[in-house]
């Protein structure tokens, strides 16, 4: 091969490379060995981090975040909350009121790059370490750390103690190196929202009095030195006296928590052809029915989640009462425990759907927060409708964003999570706008391609962090159509969707329907026409900007017209039937767009008789 066809097959291959869907991330591999002292709350740990530089760049710093140290007077997540106007009611002004030994912190006590020591400056929640030795693409390092912890009061999420009881929920709590991507370093100070964390693999051993049960991510390694429920049927546990070691190992996850508890029960529930569902809770006159009602429900929420969303990726999963409402983690969650019956259902099927939206496909959720909980949100509720035999409409949903465009506080849901003016918007923008987003997604490209491009988006990003742009990308190739013009006008703005029937008139026996687009979103349009003989008719606009048209949903016949172009203000058609033969009109029959007023979509013929024709 001569030189230059050398060069050209590398151009070659270079260009075609750019084509592939791929893109690189880094990687971790964390091993900690963890004394809990639960006479104080404080822990000891030591920690080896490997890790991989897969990016084109070279790296002279490292970011860590140290999460416990939001929980001190005078932080940035103290301050936060008491200047917003709709403050978290369970963090309030509380963080200003913990004392020296209620507080949290995490303590650097030793740090070397490949056994160098390493100088570093710590401000709030991030710790910045300048390298002894600049980090090359395409190669690893290892740091070793020392540190000490003192696990606050729960305050939000981590902490100790917290209304219902539950020791400890251990969460972010071990200093963890930022992310590290295409867009640089996510170094954010911690206020009390979102994560984005690197995927790898933890090697965890946790020390401590043998009269605590410990539940969270990963496989137990050493079940016949533990018992409590974890060993075989059968098997003989050896507990010693002392302090017990819990050894834990996750695989390709992007996180590691735990709780521990001594009055924890164990229950065991089996997939079918899915997961081993662990359930820890505090048995009590509170807990004990709720939580045995909820077992067969969790089962048949990961059935559900299986089927139309993906098959979850690990062989165990743990529902844990712990930390404060619900949140998700790697292969477990903590969840309130006491409660209604329907509440419990309900923030344990929100926090199992993360195992998809979080878990398996780790979106930015600090970036965009509303493919994270927005899809979380969309799953779940499907998901238990499902199962309860309810309406899938996402009613809930629609409502809170509409009640949220009527109190003027909407922003733009593309913005970073902590930036929020207040908690409703970014609530809305997150959970109910994300939600509706997938929704109106499902009316634009036809249910059926929905659910396809939902799995093959699952199966394409799996154990990746996928932006915007892929997701809109797989269900662009799914459905044939251009789609990131609605990406634009639901998350980049808020710009609403309003549309109305302007008139219904007769000329020379035919029926002529003008259509208005009154808000500034455009769509496309279904249009719905009952005849008084009982029969229907799906009029489909289809708007330019998609380059294509949804396929037929249902059993309803379906006439398509010529698209609407977005920059006209009104749509006109006519078709062969007197309006006396009509019964009504209306736009979007199904509710799935997010209409700011429905009162302009319907017309009942009977009700603007007498017609005239506009023309004389």
């Known amino acids: ?76 997540m103290d301050v936060r909350s008491r200047n917003l106007p709709d403050p978290d009611r369970r963090v309030m002004d509380r963080i200003s009121k913990l004392k020296d030994d209620e507080i949290g912190y995490q303590h650097i ?20 370490v300048t390298l002894v030795k600049p980090l090359l693409p395409n190669s690893k390092t290892i740091f070793d750390m020392s540190f000490e912890a003192q696990v606050p009061v729960q305050i939000r999420r981590s902490g100790r103690n917290n209304k219902e009881g ?114 820890f809770y505090q048995k009590n ?15 048949k929420v990961f059935q559900h989640l299986n089927e139309h969303f993906g098959k979850y990726p690990f062989d165990t999963y743990s529902v844990i009462q712990g930390g404060d409402g619900g949140m998700e983690y790697p292969m477990c969650t903590l969840i309130m425990g006491e409660g209604s019956q329907a509440g419990l259902n309900g923030v344990m099927a929100h926090e199992v759907s993360h195992s998809w939206y979080q878990m398996a496909l780790a979106s930015n959720e600090s970036l965009y927060a509303w493919m994270d909980e927005g899809y979380t949100d969309f799953a779940s509720e499907e998901a238990m409708n499902t199962i309860f035999n309810e309406p899938i409409n996402h009613a ?55 659910y396809t491009g939902m799995k093959r988006y699952y199966n394409t990003w799996k154990m990746r962090h996928p932006e915007p742009n892929d997701f809109l990308r797989v269900m662009e190739k799914t459905s044939n159509m251009q789609l990131h013009w609605y990406y634009r006008y639901w998350i980049q703005t808020t710009k609403r969707i309003d549309y109305g029937i302007n008139l219904v008139v ?71 039937t007197k309006v006396d033969k009509i019964e009504s009109i209306e736009i979007d029959p199904s509710l799935r767009m997010a209409d700011i007023n429905r009162k302009n979509n319907k017309v009942v013929v009977a009700e603007i008789s007498p017609y005239k024709d506009p023309t004389k």
Not at 418 to 436: E, I, K, L, P
Not at 548 to 563: D, F, I, W
């Open 396 to 450: 809930g949903n629609y409502s809170s964003y509409f009640s949220l465009v009527a109190s003027g506080l909407q922003e733009p849901a593309s913005q970073h999570s902590d930036h929020f003016t207040t908690n409703r918007a970014y609530g809305t923008a997150a959970y109910s706008m994300g939600a509706v987003f997938l929704h109106q997604l499902k009316y634009i490209m036809g249910t059926d391609n929905f």
């Open 1 to 76: 091969m001569t030189p230059k066809f050398t060069f050209f097959f590398a151009v070659l291959i270079s260009i075609n490379s750019l084509g592939q869907d791929y893109r690189w991330q880094q990687r971790v591999e964390y091993t900690m060995n963890i004394k809990m002292n639960t006479e104080n709350h404080r822990l000891n740990g030591d920690q080896k981090l490997v890790y991989y530089n897969n990016s084109p760049d070279t790296l002279t710093k490292v970011y860590y975040h140290l999460y416990f140290n939001a929980f001190q007077p005078g932080s940035m």
């Open 109 to 128: 006590q030793s740090l070397k790059q490949d056994g160098k020591a390493l100088s570093y400056k710590i401000e709030g929640t991030i710790m910045e």
């Open 506 to 576: 007769e000329k020379d026996g035919n029926t002529m329907i003008e259509l208005q687009r009154v808000g500034e979103f455009p769509m496309p349009i279904d249009l719905l026409v009952k005849y008084k003989d009982g029969s229907e008719e799906l009029i489909y606009i289809p708007l330019n900007e998609m380059m294509g048209s949804k396929p037929k949903e249902n059993s309803t016949k379906r006439t398509e017209l010529t698209s609407w172009p977005w920059v006209n203000p009104t749509y006109t058609l006519s078709f062969q």
């Open 166 to 279: 539950i020791s400890y929920s251990m969460t972010q709590w071990y200093p963890k190196i930022a992310e590290y991507d295409f867009q640089g370093w996510h170094a954010y100070q911690y206020v009390a929202r979102e994560f984005h964390e690197v995927w790898g693999d933890f090697d965890v051993k946790i020390t401590i009095d043998p009269k605590f049960v410990i539940a969270g991510t990963g496989n137990l390694q050493n079940p016949q030195e533990i018992g409590h429920g974890y060993q075989k049927s059968g098997t003989t546990v050896k507990v010693s006296s002392e302090n017990l070691t819990w050894h834990f190992q996750a695989k390709n996850v992007i996180d590691f928590a735990w709780t521990a508890d001594p009055d924890y029960t164990h229950d065991i529930q089996q997939v079918p052809n899915g997961p081993t569902l662990h359930f």
């Open 285 to 299: 006159e509170k807990t004990a029915v709720t939580w045995k009602n909820m077992e067969p429900v969790a089962v």
